[in-house]
């Protein structure tokens, strides 16, 4: 499995979090309160199953590996009456099987994706993102399996400042 860059990460983060300053977002003022919510916030839940036909290397000897397989995506989306999307996850779990296109070695592949965002609404003056990828593709032959993780956390404040809290990842071969 080929996992989310840093960069693609990043570059996903500020495409959600562009405008969502402090001043985008309702003020103690005009933030709604509970008894004045006319109507109640918007959950959607979607599911899909998609196949996957893909080609990666192997970090451990370069080898062109050929995978089919699915990924069964889950969302959920929350949104209120005055914003767009307030909070959502996306879950994904690829699962494939592989053929080393070199050296005809089978692999099993499981690839398990977490994404949820929070944007500014009534009290809650801010606003986060979390990406959590952890894969695991295995063979039979020793030295040629390999996994990996990748984490993201980042969070902004109402004054337009943010930090990532958590960026850590690696990937190794193992027997």
Avoid: W
Avoid at 82 to 111: N, P, S
Avoid at 140 to 166: C, E, I, N, Y
Wanted: glycine residues 12%; aromatic residues 10%.
């Amino acid at each position: 499995m080929q996992p989310l860059t840093p960069t693609g990460v990043t570059l996903l983060v500020a495409t959600l979090l562009t405008g969502c300053g402090g001043e985008s977002g309702p003020t103690g003022e005009s933030a709604p309160s509970l008894a004045a919510a006319s109507h109640p916030d918007t959950t959607v839940h979607t599911s899909s199953v998609t196949p996957l036909d893909e080609v990666f290397s192997s970090p451990c000897n370069g080898e062109m590996i050929h995978y089919t397989g699915t990924l069964r995506t889950q969302m959920t989306f929350v949104a209120s009456p005055d914003t767009l999307f307030q909070h959502a996850v996306v879950h994904m779990v690829v699962r494939e099987t592989g053929i080393g296109l070199t050296t005809g070695t089978v692999y099993t592949a499981k690839d398990n994706f977490y994404e949820g965002f929070t944007l500014p609404y009534g009290h809650q003056q801010y606003q986060s993102f979390s990406f959590h990828e952890k894969f695991r593709i295995t063979s039979d032959t020793p030295g040629l399996s390999f996994g990996g993780h990748l984490q993201v956390h980042f969070v902004g404040v109402p004054d337009g400042d943010g930090k990532f809290t958590r960026i850590a990842g690696s990937e190794e071969c193992f027997t």
